[in-house]
């Protein structure tokens, strides 16, 4: 089954680009198989609808609204070892 996850950021272009790219190498290291999406906080309730988690910063968790993903605050984008471990939980692994 492929994991659906969701990167957000103001723009949809820095941030959350960041993330997806990280969020992609964890995801090859701990071999879950997922799609990852990067998009702004004006798309993300129709990006995120059948996502299993959506990736953000402090500042963005406001704009997601409802959601049945689980919510991953994620506090240093460049965090290599803060991604693993909270994808890895919220994934089971």
């Known amino acids: 089954m492929t994991v659906k996850i969701v990167t ?17 190498r964890v995801l090859a290291r701990l071999g879950i198989d997922a799609e990852v999406v990067a998009t702004d906080v ?3 309730q ?6 299993q988690v959506i990736l953000a910063t402090p500042e963005h ?3 997601i609204g409802r959601t049945y993903a689980q919510i991953i605050v994620v506090q240093n984008i460049l965090d290599q ?7 890895s939980d919220a994934l089971g692994d």
């Open 81 to 87: 070892e803060e991604l693993t471990e909270k994808l």
């Open 42 to 44: 004006e798309h993300v």
């Open 8 to 24: 957000i950021c103001g723009a949809g272009v820095g941030t959350s680009e960041i993330l997806r790219v990280s969020a992609s």
């Open 46 to 51: 129709e990006l995120a609808e059948d996502a």
């Open 61 to 63: 968790v406001k704009h």
